[in-house]
Each structure stands twice: as C-alpha cells, then as structure tokens.
C-alpha cells in the first residue's frame, strides 16, 4: 500500500500503514517517516520520546536523543527491511507521537508525567517503543506496562545492571531497576541482562549475560539463554545503548569498553521474536558524543528491527 502524497508524510500522510515517496535528505523528520499525531487510534505502536537527562552520573546530553535517532532512521524507511525481507508497514500501523512533554526544571514530577503519558497511551490498545532520554525513564514507563500487564519480564541490554542501592526520593539512572524489583513491576524470576560489563555484587535476580560470555559463547547461546530465561511471560525490552562498544557506539553517557558490537545486539534480537513483547525503549544516546551518527543510526536499527518483529507476528 501506498499513500498518494509525495514527501513530508510525517504531517501530510493519511494513513498509518503503507509508504510514500521521500527524499531522505529531506522533509519533515519522524521516525521512519511515520505520521506524527496525538491521534493514537487504530495504532499498533506508538513512537514517542522522552527528552529527560536529569538523571545522569556522567555526560549529560540524552535529552537530544530522540531527536537524533529520528534523523538516523530516514534510510531505513526507504527500502523492504533487511534481512526481513518485508516492509514492516504492509502490516503494523505506527504513529509518531512526538514527545512526552516535560517540565524538567521540577524533577519531582517527571516521573509521574512520564507515567501519565505511557498510560493514556497503553489504555488505548497501543503498544509503545520509546527514545531516551537518560535510563531513568524507563521506571515510569515500566510503572505503567505494570498497570496493565502485571510484573514484567524484562530484557535489559546495558553496560550496567542499574541496580545500585538508591538515597531515598533520589532520581538517578544507576539505580531504578532495584526499586521496580522491590516495588513488584520486574519480574526477576524472568528476568535478563545482556552485555553487562560493570561489577555489582547483588543481582538483585536478575540472570546475567556478561559481554564477555556473550564474546566467548556466541549471539546462538544469548538466544537461547534469553528464551528459556523469559519464557511466555510478558516481556518488556530496555536497550541502553552503551551495551554496544564505544567503538560502535560513542555517542553516549557512560560508555564502557569491552561491549557488543553493533551486528551481535541486532542479531540477538531478532531471534527474541517469538516473545510476548509488549514494549520497548531505546536510551542514552547523546549526539553531541556521536561521529557520523553511528550511534543514532545503530539506536534507530535497534528500534526498527523491533517493529519488524511485531509486523512479522501479523503478517
């Protein structure tokens, strides 16, 4: 299916499936093209971002990261999806949101408009991918996959496990994985970490994949450990996008060497699509880090392989 109109299909477009000509060079920018509106009916997912760095213990800057991977995903949306081999919009329909608006001046409620957004959205049927932003904002969102879903499996790329022990009321990107553990919305016995390369002595439940197993065992065996860990349940994933090297990925806050490549995250997750996946985001990325966007351009290959695994639910 295609739409009639030719260029800037993110405001002109009609419908939220099928493709219209673009330049990608060129145009208003969304993600993969997709039409921006506040109308969420009829969508699959919804793309939205969180413009929140207030969080961090390094470099600031996520904040500009949803912009950036918008920008990064301009060529993805010009071919059929490789190596799917199908055009993920014959079949899933996706608007772009925009982005969750803020007032990050009063940190004190950012949580809770975070929690406001993801609800309103999930409560009319639409599954969410979301851009950081800082890491922290994935405890809201997960607060409100909650909601609806119960305790979520989730499936955690990242440097870091992001379970350090929190000051109490703090708002910190090291620290909101022990709090939703203890609060009840993970579900640890399902839980995962993939490419963690920083030590912290309580797990806190999770089952870990260090990058250095990953390096020594295979993307096969990650696959497979990821499955059998996760099983039926609900799943949710986070991609921290410092799971991938800073020679893959230098454009963000807290970069770790020693990570995964760029080809070894993709191909992991495209085996995890016989998942129940009910959401996902994508964090961390700052442009003013990045060279020649190789961070966004991997972060928006993240988040379109995982629309892809939907669409190929439904095809």
């Not at 994985?177 to 390369?197: M, P």
Request: net charge negative; hydrophobic share 40%; with cysteine.
């Amino acid at each position: 299916m295609t739409n009639e109109v030719k260029g800037d299909q993110a405001i002109r477009g009609g419908a939220l499936t099928g493709r219209a000509p673009e330049m990608t060079y060129a145009g208003v920018l969304s993600f993969l093209r997709r039409k921006y509106s506040k109308d969420v009916s009829g969508a699959h997912v919804v793309v939205s971002g969180v413009p929140y760095d207030g969080s961090v213990s390094n470099r600031s800057g996520c904040r500009l990261g949803p912009q950036a991977i918008r920008a990064a995903s301009v060529q993805l949306a010009e071919l059929k999806a490789f190596p799917f081999d199908f055009d993920p919009f014959d079949h899933l329909a996706v608007v772009d949101f925009g982005d969750c608006y803020l007032t990050p001046q009063t940190q004190s409620s950012v949580p809770a408009a975070i929690v406001a957004h993801a609800e309103s959205i999930i409560a009319q049927g639409a599954k969410m991918l979301t851009f950081g932003g800082d890491h922290f904002v994935t405890y809201p969102l997960l607060k409100a996959h909650a909601a609806k879903y119960g305790p979520v499996a989730l499936v955690q790329f990242d440097a870091h496990s992001d379970t350090w022990e929190e000051q109490q009321g703090q708002l910190d990107h090291g620290t909101m994985f022990a709090r939703g553990v203890d609060e009840g919305i993970i579900d640890t016995e399902y839980s995962i970490q993939i490419g963690i390369r920083t030590q912290n002595d309580d797990p806190h439940g999770f089952k870990i994949q260090t990058a250095p197993w990953i390096h020594r065992n295979g993307v096969d065996a990650s696959i497979e450990g990821i499955l059998n860990r996760v099983k039926d349940r609900p799943a949710y994933i986070t991609f921290d996008i410092d799971c991938l090297d800073p020679a893959f990925a230098p454009g963000t806050g807290t970069p770790v060497a020693g990570g995964l490549a760029s080809w070894q995250a993709l191909e992991i997750l495209r085996g995890l699509g016989s998942l129940d996946l009910i959401g996902m985001d994508v964090v961390e990325v700052a442009p003013a880090y990045d060279h020649s966007e190789i961070t966004a351009i991997a972060a928006a290959t993240v988040a379109h392989d995982w629309l892809c695994l939907l669409a190929q639910k439904i095809r």
